[in-house]
């Protein structure tokens, strides 16, 4: 079964950087793209990222194009999404999501990890 870990979450200032990282295991993870969305409290989910297989072609939501850097390591079947810049509204679970733009209406995906960005 997929199964799709998060990690690197936590408490940031405003302008602050974080690195998130997903473990992918159960699935030939060099075959999928892959995808952070993202969740704030009493909000739908929100498309972040997305990489291609082989992380040739990389889209980003406009709000956090130009901070944000998704990449994958697919001999260690892990993805990335590096955050920079870091604002308020970044506030939110971020979960790893197996496939290309997908959302969280799946089990194919991790059980997120809190970044809390204060002011």
């Known amino acids: 079964a997929v199964r799709l870990v998060e990690s690197g979450g936590g408490l940031v200032e405003s302008g602050g950087s974080l690195r998130l990282s997903c473990e992918a295991s159960?699935?030939?993870?060099?075959?999928?793209?892959m995808t952070w969305v993202r969740q704030s409290s009493g909000k739908g989910p929100e498309w972040v990222a997305t990489i291609d297989r082989d992380g040739y072609t990389r889209e980003y939501a406009s709000s956090v194009k130009g901070r944000f850097t998704i990449d994958r390591n697919n001999d260690a079947k892990m993805l990335y999404l590096k955050m920079n810049n870091l604002k308020p509204s970044d506030t939110a679970t971020y979960y790893c999501v197996k496939g290309w733009k997908s959302g969280l209406a799946t089990n194919e995906r991790g059980q997120g990890t809190q970044v809390t960005v204060s002011s």
């Open positions: 159960g699935f030939t993870f060099r075959l999928f793209s």
